[in-house]
C-alpha cells in the first residue's frame, strides 16, 4: 500500500506542476451579473487535445437570457462538450462563445466560474455531512442553515437527509465510522442541492435526473422550473420527460 501511494502522490505533484493553458487575460472584462442577451456559441469548432476527432465544428447555438434550453441528441455528440466549453475548461480553436456579447476569453476564469453553477452526469460523493456535502456548492461564502435546507428541499433531498438518524448533521458514505450510504438517485439530489445552493444566474445541467425514477423525476423537474425563473439554464438530456420542461428544446 505504501508503493502504491507513493505512486500516487509522484502522479499528483506531476498534476500539480502543470501550467495552465485556459488563462485570465491581463485587463478582464466584469462578468455580467444578470444575462440581458443570452449565451451565444458562434462558430466553434473543438477537439480535445491528443484527439483527431472533432468534437464541434462550426457550431452555432443561442439561448436566450432567462429561458431554459434542453441540449438532446445521441451519445458522442458533443452535449457534454457545450457545458465544459461554457465553464471555459478549453478554448475552442475558432468561433468563439459570448455572454451577453462578450468574449469568455475577456473575462477571468474566477470571475466567470462564479457565475455558473454546473452539475455534471456523475455527482461527487464527499465524505462529510449532509450539510457541508451541500455547503461546498458555495464554499467561498459559507451558507446559512437556512439556505442549505432551502436547497436541500429545491433539489427534492430533504425528505432522504431527514430520515438519517443525525439528519443533516449525518456523515454520508462509508469511509468513516457512522457514515450513512445513499443510493445513487439520493447522491444525485444531494448533487443538485449543491448546485442549487450555488445562486449564480446560469444554471447547467448534465443528465440531472439519469438515476431517478419516474415519479421523483417528474417532482424534481417541476421544482426546477421554479428555481430557475429569472435565471438562464441549459440542460443536457437524453431523455425526453426532461427535455419537455424546457422553453426550448435544440
Not at 223 to 243: K, N
Request: hydrophobic share 45%; proline share 6%; glycine share 8%.
Amino acid at each position: 500500500e505504501l508503493y502504491a501511494n507513493i505512486l500516487f502522490l509522484g502522479n499528483l505533484f506531476e498534476f500539480l506542476g502543470l501550467s495552465p493553458t485556459v488563462v485570465s487575460p491581463a485587463h478582464p472584462k466584469a462578468a455580467p451579473e444578470t444575462l440581458r442577451q443570452g449565451i451565444h456559441f458562434s462558430g466553434v469548432r473543438f477537439r480535445y487535445p491528443g484527439d483527431a476527432h472533432l468534437a464541434l465544428d462550426g457550431f452555432n447555438l443561442f439561448v436566450p437570457a432567462g429561458r431554459i434550453a434542453a441540449i438532446v441528441g445521441p451519445n458522442g455528440a458533443g452535449k457534454s462538450t457545450l457545458a465544459k466549453l461554457l465553464c471555459r475548461f478549453y478554448d475552442p480553436e475558432e468561433g468563439c462563445i459570448l455572454l451577453d456579447g462578450i468574449d469568455l476569453r475577456e473575462l477571468s476564469t474566477e470571475d466567470l466560474r462564479r457565475h455558473i453553477s454546473t452539475l455534471f452526469q456523475q455527482p461527487v460523493r464527499y465524505n462529510e455531512t449532509a450539510s457541508q456535502n451541500i455547503s461546498l456548492g458555495e464554499a467561498a461564502h459559507a451558507p446559512s442553515s437556512a439556505e442549505i435546507v432551502s436547497a436541500a428541499q429545491a433539489a427534492g433531498a430533504d425528505a432522504a437527509i431527514r430520515r438519517l438518524p443525525l439528519g443533516y448533521d449525518n456523515l454520508l458514505g462509508k469511509q468513516f465510522a457512522d457514515g450513512a450510504e445513499l443510493s445513487m438517485g439520493e447522491w444525485q439530489r444531494i448533487a443538485l442541492a449543491r448546485a442549487f445552493v450555488r445562486r449564480a444566474p446560469i444554471i447547467i445541467l448534465d443528465e440531472p435526473t439519469s438515476n431517478m425514477d419516474p415519479w421523483a423525476e417528474a417532482d424534481w423537474l417541476e421544482r426546477f422550473r421554479r428555481l430557475a425563473i429569472g435565471r438562464t439554464a441549459i440542460v443536457i438530456t437524453h431523455r425526453f420527460t426532461t427535455a419537455m420542461i424546457a422553453d426550448e428544446i435544440h
